[in-house]
């Protein structure tokens, strides 16, 4: 449903569609600094450094020429997710470990109760589930798409569910495995068929039931083959799991029937059995034994967020644009002036407290804002409150200046992180 590797388009909204990254000259501005860090190795040789200096010069020269090019101040602190992933260390969806390093939630829970109360109420908890605990599986599904019929059938105790499409004289029946997506939203439904993934053609939506899963086609499948959905390569069925489960690739292998469903406390803090045994030993240095992305620099905790809601240069590398970037909070985020050179009161930790389900009153926001902003526009700014005061209103900041986008794919709205004067809401602004 939410592919970030082009086989399917999370820009949703059929707007715009994936673009070409080369050769559009802005593109090939961004790429530079990817390529100057990428070369770490190189660092110490006079000569590169030099180079490297030349190249910074002119990269800022033509961003000045470009003002289209909107890069972030701390492009240069920032990474691909795969360049993350390269690196020595715990990083999300790093499949290094082995499983048994993995503890589960409920030995977590052991310790720090009030944490593990809160984040099981987050819908990351629970966007990966076993079907039986699926609310849209929960009754028979009729749907049609021209002479392509579509049943999805419970079991009487709701354990197992068949999904069966038969068109053109065929008939294909395989039971859901796994459900994707918390169903806030929606749910995409997964299944084997000769040994690899598929993403079922239909999804649920809530408040609509069910419709054409995000970024499949719309028109009459060809044949039954095309009806099933989309078949899924073995990278990109891991990819899945990686984001949306905890522990799904361990020893550098992707191993689905060992996982831990949806996002669970080690999905973010890495494997935990090293800290249980120093922390039950009473040993109490845990001083890398378990990540602590609140000692992260700004920069570095945007990109750690964005190891599953994609980082500024993994949209960036995709080259998508259009409304569906709304989606991608980390590169709009980036894109506001209130980001500057980042800054530990504009992470997504300080906005959105992983360990608590998300908070939908738009006013318990304004504190964040006004963290940095005066409170009215009378006031003059100081070095502590860097941002100005509003000349229109002093509450609900978030409902003016962070719109919400109705994706239509999707069905649901999106709020787009890039935090602006809005002049005309109906207008999406590329970055
Ligand atoms: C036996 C009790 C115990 C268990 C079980 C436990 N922790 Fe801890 N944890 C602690 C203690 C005590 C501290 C604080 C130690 C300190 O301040 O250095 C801590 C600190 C942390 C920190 C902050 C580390 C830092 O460097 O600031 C994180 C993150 C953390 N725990 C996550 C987890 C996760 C995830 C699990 C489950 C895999 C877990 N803990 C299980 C006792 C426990
Ligand atoms: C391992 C992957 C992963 C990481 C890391 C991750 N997220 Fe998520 N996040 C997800 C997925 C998947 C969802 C979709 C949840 C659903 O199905 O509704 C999500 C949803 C959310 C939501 C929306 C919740 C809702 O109720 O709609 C917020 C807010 C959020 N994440 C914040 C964060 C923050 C902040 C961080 C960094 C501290 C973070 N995420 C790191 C995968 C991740
Ligand atoms: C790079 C990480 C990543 C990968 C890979 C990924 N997802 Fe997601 N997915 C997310 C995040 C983050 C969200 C929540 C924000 C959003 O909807 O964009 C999400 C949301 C969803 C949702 C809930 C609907 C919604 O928008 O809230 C479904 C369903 C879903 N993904 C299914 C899938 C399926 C199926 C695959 C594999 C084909 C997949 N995802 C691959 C990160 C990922
Ligand atoms: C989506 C990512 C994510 C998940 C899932 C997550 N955490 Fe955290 N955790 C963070 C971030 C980010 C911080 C630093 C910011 C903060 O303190 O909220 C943190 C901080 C902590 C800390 C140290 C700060 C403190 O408040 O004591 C502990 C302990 C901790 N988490 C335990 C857990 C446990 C236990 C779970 C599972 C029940 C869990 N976390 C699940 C992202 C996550
Ligand atoms: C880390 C501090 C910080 C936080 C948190 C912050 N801002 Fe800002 N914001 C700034 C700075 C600095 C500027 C640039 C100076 C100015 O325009 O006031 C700015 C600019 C703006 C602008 C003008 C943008 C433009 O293009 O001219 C708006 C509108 C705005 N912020 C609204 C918000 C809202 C709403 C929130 C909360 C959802 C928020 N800010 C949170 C620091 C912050
Ligand atoms: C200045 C505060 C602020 C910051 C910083 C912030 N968010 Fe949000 N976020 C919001 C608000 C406000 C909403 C809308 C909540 C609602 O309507 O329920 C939201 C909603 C979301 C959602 C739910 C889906 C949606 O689009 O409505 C996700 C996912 C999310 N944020 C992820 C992130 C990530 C990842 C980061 C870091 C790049 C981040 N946020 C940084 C304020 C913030
Ligand atoms: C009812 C919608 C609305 C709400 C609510 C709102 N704003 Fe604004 N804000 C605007 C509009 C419209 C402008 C542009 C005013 C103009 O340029 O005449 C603006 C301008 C701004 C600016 C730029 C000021 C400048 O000097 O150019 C900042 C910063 C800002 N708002 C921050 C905030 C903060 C912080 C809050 C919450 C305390 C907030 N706004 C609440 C509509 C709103």
Redesign the pocket.
């Known amino acids: 449903m939410c592919s970030p590797c082009g086989h399917g388009s999370p820009s949703a909204s059929g707007s715009a569609g994936p673009v070409e990254i080369l050769p559009r000259p802005s593109h090939v501005i961004y790429l530079i600094p990817s390529v100057l860090l990428l070369k770490q190795n190189q660092r110490k040789c006079p000569v590169w450094v030099m180079f490297r200096l030349l190249f910074f010069c002119c990269v800022c020269l033509l961003l000045i020429v470009r003002a289209e090019a909107q890069v972030p101040a701390t492009i240069w602190e920032q990474l691909s997710s795969e360049e993350h992933l390269a690196k020595p260390g715990w990083w999300p969806r790093k499949g290094d470990a082995a499983r048994s390093d ?4 409920d ?2 829970a ?3 109760s009030a ?1 593990a109360n809160g984040q099981k109420q987050h819908a990351m908890a629970h966007t990966s589930m076993p079907v039986s605990n699926s609310e849209g599986l929960g009754r028979t599904v009729n749907y049609d798409i021209g002479p392509f019929h579509y049943s999805i059938v419970p079991d009487k105790d709701k354990d197992n569910v068949t999904y069966t499409v038969t068109g053109g004289g065929q008939s294909f029946s395989a039971p859901f495995l796994w459900a994707f997506g918390s169903g806030s939203r929606g749910q995409t439904f997964l299944f084997q068929h000769n040994g690899d993934w598929y993403e079922a053609r239909i999804s649920f939506f809530r408040g609509l039931g069910f419709d054409i899963t995000p970024s499949h086609p719309k028109g009459i499948p060809a044949n039954l083959e095309d009806a099933l959905g989309r078949k899924l390569s073995p990278k990109e069925a891991s990819k899945c799991f990686g984001c949306h489960a905890t522990a799904a690739i361990t020893n550098h292998q992707f191993d689905p029937a060992h996982l831990i469903p949806g996002i669970s ?2 999905g ?6 090293a ?2 045994a120093a ?2 030993a009473g040993t ?12 992260l620099d700004p920069s570095t905790s945007v990109d750690f967020c964005g190891s599953c809601h994609r980082t500024w240069w993994d949209i960036n590398e995709l080259g998508y644009r259009g409304v569906g970037n709304a989606r991608f909070a980390c590169y709009r985020l980036e894109a506001s002036r209130c980001w500057g050179k980042g800054d530990p009161r504009i992470t997504c930790f300080a906005c959105h407290d992983p360990h608590r389900p998300l908070v939908t009153d738009l006013s318990a926001y304004d504190e964040k804002c006004l963290s940095c902003h005066v409170k009215s526009a009378a006031l003059s700014v100081s070095p502590d409150h860097p941002g100005r005061g509003c000349p229109v209103s002093t509450t609900q900041c978030a409902t003016c200046h962070m719109p919400k986008y109705n994706l239509p794919q999707m069905h649901a709205p999106f709020t787009d992180h890039y935090i602006r004067v809005v002049r005309d809401a109906s207008v999406f602004p590329d970055k």
């Open positions: 993995y503890v589960g939630a030995v977590c052991g310790c720090h944490l406390c080690e973010c803090h890495g494997p935990g059995a800290h249980v922390a039950s109490g240095e845990n001083q890398g034994m378990i990540l602590n992305p609140g000692r």
